[in-house]
């Protein structure tokens, strides 16, 4: 039988969920945002966290650092020639940024780390991307920067332009450390009546949950650099709905949440360390995300990257709605199925 594998398109149900209210330098606004999912309560919770912000005085947002990276693997005779490469090229940095920012006007690299593995060269190249969340942009920049490395050490041998040292779509301890795409963080402070009569708990409950789910349980599992609910669920809803790369949820799902109770209130953060979006390049001309981008107003400047960080920080805020309500839900025994049944079942 011959079938038709032509290219078409796979359709995913996509909502718009809101208005969230944010506050902040990047986002000072009420937004609805886009949500892509095959999964029906994830509407309705976020929601419901987004409700809370309307009451409690916004989600204030923050973003804390921003950088997209692409590592390489060079080859030297021995570790002692990797090692001076490794400290020539730290003493030699606006010369490789030079070769590096020629191949774009929007490429800024900012930093570089090293290792060294025998006599192999691992180097981490960090970089500004304007409103792109950068995949090309830093790959052929570092394809100039270790071209002007070859030429300069002709010791050395190519070996690859992806090293796995970036680290790209793979759950890592590097990229919470050295950082890759935009860490926002994300905080509220919702009232004991808001908690009781919208989130159906208390913020003694919840927070309770919160250290015996997301940080006990996450130990146990041996979690790496995590401690969340499902971030993961909202961001690739949120990347789906805006032309951005899905995969890279993998590394946009580490991230904290921190909740205490202040007083009479809840204290509750999402910090999102890896948030990778941007508002041009690959996905973002497609029809139905240049129009969720620009009702979300992340179109709206000229100013490199001024876009990217407002479409990360409503991310991140759509994380925190969609963490607080699932949590919420889950200390209420049989919520959070009584839900799936009601909504997922034909």
Known sequence: ?????EPGWASVPMRWVGPIRIVGTEVDDQ???PLATFEA????????????????????????DERMTRSVILEAPDAPCALGVAQAARSRFAELAAAAQRTSRYAELIDIHTQIAGNLLFVRFEYRTGDAAGHNMTTAASQAAMEWLLQEYPALCYVSISGNYCTDKKASAVNGILGRGRNVVTEITVTRAVCRRLLKTTPERLVELHVRKNLIGTMLAGGLRTANAHYANMLLAFYLATGQDGANVVEGAQGFVHAECRGDALYFSATVPHVIVGTVGPGKTLEFARRNLEMMGCTATREPGRNARRLAVIAAATVLCGELSLLAAQTNPGELMQAHLKLERP
Do not use: D, H, Q, Y
């Open 1 to 5: 039988m011959k079938r038709n594998l």
């Open 41 to 64: 309560p994830l509407w309705p919770s976020v929601a419901r966290g987004a409700r809370v912000s309307t009451l409690c005085g916004g989600i204030r947002a923050v973003v804390v």
């Open 31 to 33: 937004v609805m945002v």
